[in-house]
């Protein structure tokens, strides 16, 4: 699923370092679950105040976020 997130940024010769569905750090290797996709792990869907789906840029680590 990496290449088929990645496909939309390379279209636009854009990239990111970190992998997809990163958790923690650009370059820490921390990944949240679920990290496949067996059926026993599809109840964890995206929640309120995720930033998920997103590209992460250098140095950027700070977000605003207004619920209405």
Known sequence: LDVVARHVPWRYQCDYAHGTGHGVGAFLGVH???????????????????IEPGIQKDMVNCYLLIFR
């Open 32 to 50: 949240e679950g679920p990290i496949g996709m067996s059926g026993s792990r599809l109840e964890a869907m995206t929640r309120m105040g995720m």
